[in-house]
């Protein structure tokens, strides 16, 4: 069964970048977030497997659409994305229920290893 993904992001371009990365037939991708805001909006109405936040959006950051999407669902699984610059956050981001982070620049490989550790039932 496919695993069913949103993607937040403010950038189209990353969206496009993650959704090519899990390009396969282990994902679908249900929708697409411009912003904290829309995510939480999002996750509430799709239900998805998992969630790819990024960190830097503008209306509400990451991290408080990651606080709001966990207190709504205690077992949300979802992964953080950002760049280097932002260690902080994503540190702080794993303390308040991420399930992992990926790093801002990423390959396909960067994107599909953060799935297996997520997803431990995927046969990638």
Excluded: H, W
Excluded at 94 to 116: H, N, Q
């Amino acid at each position: 069964m496919r695993k069913r993904i949103l993607l937040a992001d403010d950038t189209k371009f990353m969206r496009d970048m993650l959704r090519s990365s899990l390009d396969s037939e282990y994902f679908e991708i249900v929708g697409e977030a411009k912003d904290g805001e829309q995510a939480i909006a999002m996750y509430k109405d799709l239900k998805p497997d998992l969630v790819i936040l990024d960190i830097n959006m503008p209306r509400l950051n990451g991290i408080d659409a990651l606080t709001s999407i966990m207190e709504f669902d205690k077992k949300a699984k979802v992964v953080m994305c950002s760049d280097q610059k932002f260690e902080n956050m994503i540190v702080l981001a794993l303390k308040r229920g991420a399930s992992e982070f990926i790093v801002k620049p990423f390959k396909k490989e960067d994107v599909v290893k953060t799935m297996r550790a997520v997803f431990k039932d995927l046969p990638l």
